[in-house]
């Protein structure tokens, strides 16, 4: 493909107070296989106590860089308020804390030619080995893809780490809902408004990033209760409110997932990974319950009770 026909991206990043990772996520952009000319990263701030200026100026010498700053309103609506300012025919959004491979874009612009106006998706890969619960995260979400997205030309679901789309669709759909004000049920809800639109989501494992979202057992725990809170907000807006307590996935989903990592290849860790499957699915019932519990008479957009709260960590 001649290089003026390829596909123009803007790369857009949402960070809070991650400048480490922030600069390894820029690093690995350098080295991608892409044209300079043909893509540009929008970083937007979510207001970090430090402005990222001094990690994010020294980039602007080998790529096209525009930093913005926001307030503390979570990645939905950073990700938005960057899409706003974007100049690219189609956006690629991902998080601080990953790293691109060098075809990353390359990938991308493949299937847009061969299949237009598709949301696509694709592959994340654990980036800390080492650690059992960054691991066990990502198992987790490899699971989800493989109950949801098994059929790789019909996906159901795709996360906000490692996606693209038009820009003229995106602004069509009304971007993220800024109502997830937490690192979690913006990409579900985001997907499922694509489809009820009649549109195509596509997943592309070759399209890949490193995730390297260092946990412990208590962040892990908190990122899974996030999760949980981020799932009733979904259910609640999919659903008549009173069916939203009681709504649960279909038993075979439950019985796969505690299944799974007795389909891993490292026998010796298949117990640790269940275990922390067994404690994911406590935390997310934990934080969907928790946030039913937290939501008052009041009634807000799309006529849901809501109630206003302060948010410590809107990034998981």
Not at 60 to 77: E, F, I, K, Q, S
Not at 123 to 147: E, F, H, K, M, W
Not at 260 to 276: E, G, H, N, Q
Request: glycine share 8%; net charge positive; with cysteine.
């Amino acid at each position: 493909m001649k290089q003026r026909n390829r596909p123009f991206f803007s790369i857009i990043i949402p960070t809070y107070q991650r400048a480490r990772l922030l600069e390894r996520c820029l690093r690995a952009i350098t080295r991608l296989d892409y044209p300079t000319d043909r893509f540009e990263v929008v970083v937007v701030d979510d207001g970090s106590r430090v402005c990222p200026e001094k990690i994010v100026a020294p980039f602007a010498a080998c790529l096209d860089m525009t930093l913005l700053r926001g307030v503390h309103n979570g990645p939905a609506a950073a990700r938005n308020v960057g899409a706003a300012r974007a100049k690219g025919e189609f956006l690629v959004f991902t998080d601080d804390d990953c790293a691109p491979l060098p075809d990353w874009l390359q990938s991308f612009s493949k299937r847009f030619t061969d299949t237009p106006g598709c949301l696509i998706g694709g592959r994340t890969i654990n980036g800390l080995p080492g650690n059992p619960y960054s691991s066990a995260s990502q198992l987790l979400c490899d699971y989800l893809y493989a109950y949801y997205n098994a059929d790789h030309n019909n996906a159901q679901f795709l996360t906000s780490n490692n996606l693209a789309l038009e820009r003229k669709r995106f602004t069509m759909l009304g971007g993220f809902d800024t109502d997830f004000c937490r690192a979690g049920g913006e990409d579900r809800e985001f997907s499922s408004r694509w489809l009820r639109h009649g549109y195509r989501i596509l997943y592309a494992p070759e399209a890949a990033v490193l995730h390297t979202h260092s946990l412990t057992f208590n962040t892990f725990f908190r990122q899974h209760l996030t999760y949980g809170r981020g799932a009733f907000l979904f259910h609640r807006k999919q659903n008549d409110p009173c069916e939203c307590l009681t709504r649960l996935e279909h038993l075979s989903f439950y019985s796969g997932l505690l299944g799974y990592p007795y389909l891993l290849p490292l026998k010796r860790k298949r117990p640790l990974f269940a275990s922390l499957f067994m404690v994911s699915q406590v935390a997310v019932a934990a934080g969907y319950f928790l946030e039913r519990i937290n939501r008052g008479p009041e009634r807000g957009k799309f006529g849901l009770e809501q109630r206003p709260e302060r948010d410590v960590d809107k990034h998981g």
